[in-house]
């Protein structure tokens, strides 16, 4: 039906930069939110950041500054801009999308797979 996948991640030093990509495809009517999740090791996953179909973003506080998040309706894809790398942004970061498959009556959350982001030097 409707997969998510991520791609992007890798390792990277203190104060680097990296692109995350996040492609949705499958029975698609429409997409909604779009955002990212990471999880480093010992914790809970968390939002980093999402952006909303009408182009409103929020982020959480530890990224606020370094990252950005922007979407391609067209192309369906997400991406997170990570700037000003420190590692305890190390994680495994995960996209998200809310989305209207084109034979449901509902939104469904999906998640993808997930790329390990190690920043390290």
């Known amino acids: 039906q409707v997969q998510l996948v991520e791609s992007g991640g890798g390792l990277v030093q203190p104060g680097g930069s990296l692109r995350l990509s996040c492609a949705a495809s499958?029975?698609?009517?429409?997409?909604?939110?779009m955002g990212w999740y990471r999880q480093a090791p010992g914790k809970q996953r968390e939002l980093v950041a999402n952006?909303?179909?009408?182009?409103?973003?929020n982020f959480a506080d530890p990224v606020k500054g370094r990252f950005s998040i922007s979407r391609d309706s067209a192309k369906n894809m997400v991406y997170l801009q990570m700037n000003s790398l420190k590692p305890e942004d190390t994680a495994i970061y995960y996209c998200?999308?809310?989305?209207?498959?084109?034979?449901?009556?509902?939104?469904?959350?999906?998640w993808g797979k997930g790329t390990l982001v190690t920043v390290s030097s």
């Open positions: 499958g029975s698609i009517r429409s997409i909604y939110d």
């Open positions: 998200n999308a809310e989305i209207l498959p084109t034979t449901s009556n509902y939104r469904i959350n999906y």
């Open positions: 952006i909303y179909n009408g182009g409103n973003t």
